[in-house]
C-alpha cells in the first residue's frame, strides 16, 4: 500500500533530556508524543509502532515516550504545543488545522475527496506535498511526518432522527470543526452549527447542547459515541486524515543518522497503521449496525446533499492557492 507521507518530512523528534540510559551513562534525548486517539485506533498503532522502532533503533541516543487518549491535551492544544516545542511530536486532524495554518484548508472542501485511494493520490504528489510542508513549517513551526488514515469518509450521525436529506435536518444541532468551511456546510443544509472542542464533544451530545455530528465509523466505536448515537447518514462530503508532526526546531537538530532512524520507522508505522484503518472499517461498522441506523441516502436524495453543499465553495476557494486545488482534483481522476 501507498503511504501519505511528505516527501521533506522524514519523522519526527524534540528534545528533553530526562536521566541516563544504559550502562554507560550516557543521556538520551526523550521525545515527548501526543494525540488524542485510544488503543486500537490507527493513530494509537502509528505512535505506539513508530516509538517501538526508534527506542529499539536509537542505541539509546533517542527515545520517544507517546502520551495518548488526550493526555497532553486536545488538537489545539498539542498543535501550539508543537510549535512552541512544549510537545515534541504530535497528531492532530487534518480539518482542525486551521488553528494554525491554512495549509489544509482545500482538505475541508466538501466533496473534494472521491476516495480513501484519492486522498492518498492527493497527499503523495510532489506538488502538493511540497506545499504543505512549506507552509507547515512557516505558518505553525512544524515538519510533516506523515498522514495517518482515519476511517475514511465522515458519517453523519445524530440522536434523534433518521436523515434522508438535507430537509431532515432543520432545526437540529451539530457540532462543527474549528473552521469557518465545517460551519458553512452544516448551514447549507439546514442544521445549527455548534462550536466545541473535541475534549467537550461527547458530554455535549450526552446533555443535548448538540444533537450530532460528523465522525468516522471507528472513532464513533472508539470515542463511545455508539452508547447515545442511534442515527446515521452516508453523505460521503468529508475525509480527514491525522497530520503526523515535529516541531521543526528539533527537526533540524537532529544527527543525519537519527533523522534516518525516524524516517524509516515512521514509514513503516504508517503501513500498519493505515493497513489496518482500512481492515477496520468494514468490520467496525458491522458492529455498530447494531445500535445505530445507518442510512445510504438514494441517488436523487444524494444529489441534494451534494448540491448544498457545493454550494459553498465559491465563498472559500477565492483565499486559496487555484494551483493546489486544481492539483488534487486532478490526480485523482
Known amino acids: 500500500m501507498t503511504i501519505f507521507k511528505s516527501s ?3 519523522a519526527a ?8 540510559v544504559g550502562t554507560g551513562g550516557a543521556q538520551a534525548e526523550t521525545l ?8 486500537g485506533q490507527s493513530v494509537y498503532i502509528y505512535w505506539d509502532e513508530l516509538a517501538k522502532r526508534v527506542n529499539e533503533r536509537a542505541g539509546g541516543e533517542l527515545e520517544i515516550k507517546v502520551f495518548p487518549s488526550g493526555q ?7 498543535l501550539r504545543g508543537m510549535g512552541s516545542g512544549t510537545i515534541h511530536m504530535g497528531s492532530n486532524a487534518s480539518s482542525n488545522m486551521s488553528i494554525v495554518s491554512d495549509a489544509y484548508s482545500w482538505g475541508d472542501l466538501p466533496f473534494v475527496f472521491k476516495s480513501a485511494d484519492g486522498a492518498q493520490a492527493a497527499f503523495n504528489d510532489p506538488v502538493v506535498t511540497e506545499f ?4 507547515m513549517r512557516k505558518d505553525a513551526n512544524t515538519v510533516v511526518l506523515g498522514h495517518i488514515e482515519v476511517g475514511g469518509f465522515r458519517v453523519l450521525i445524530n440522536t434523534k432522527r433518521q436523515l434522508k436529506s438535507p430537509a431532515d435536518v432543520q432545526g437540529m444541532k451539530f457540532r462543527m470543526l474549528a473552521n469557518p468551511i465545517d460551519q458553512a456546510l452544516l448551514s447549507s443544509w439546514g442544521a445549527s452549527p455548534v462550536p466545541m ?7 455535549s451530545i450526552e446533555q443535548g447542547i448538540a444533537d450530532g455530528l460528523q465522525l468516522q ?45 525516524v524516517q524509516t520507522a515512521s514509514n513503516e508505522a504508517l503501513e500498519i497503521a493505515n493497513a489496518a484503518d482500512r481492515a477496520d472499517i468494514e468490520r467496525i461498522t458491522a458492529e455498530l449496525s447494531s445500535k445505530i441506523d445507518f442510512y445510504k441516502p438514494t441517488e436523487e436524495e444524494f444529489a441534494q446533499w451534494r448540491e448544498a453543499a ?15 486545488l486544481d492539483r488534487v482534483q486532478s490526480v485523482q481522476n
Do not use: C
Not at 497532553?72 to 498539542?78: P, W
Not at 472542542?197 to 458530554?203: A, Q
Not at 468529508?238 to 528539533?250: F, K, P, R
Open 217 to 261: 465509523p471507528q472513532a464513533i466505536l472508539g470515542f463511545g459515541f455508539d452508547k447515545m448515537i442511534r442515527h446515521g447518514t452516508y453523505t460521503d462530503t468529508l475525509m480527514t486524515v491525522h497530520v503526523a508532526q515535529i516541531n521543526a526546531d528539533t527537526w533540524d537538530g537532529l544527527s543525519d543518522e537519527m533523522k534516518e532512524i
Open 132 to 135: 504543505i510542508a512549506e507552509k
Open 310 to 324: 457545493m454550494g459553498i465553495w465559491d465563498d472559500f476557494t477565492g483565499d486559496m492557492n487555484p494551483e493546489i
Open 72 to 78: 497532553l491535551g486536545g488538537d489545539e492544544q498539542i
Open 8 to 10: 521533506i518530512a522524514l
Open 13 to 20: 523528534v524534540t528534545i528533553i533530556t530526562l536521566g541516563l
Open 197 to 203: 472542542s473535541w475534549s467537550e464533544t461527547f458530554v
Open 32 to 39: 515527548r508524543a501526543a494525540h488524542s486517539s485510544n488503543p
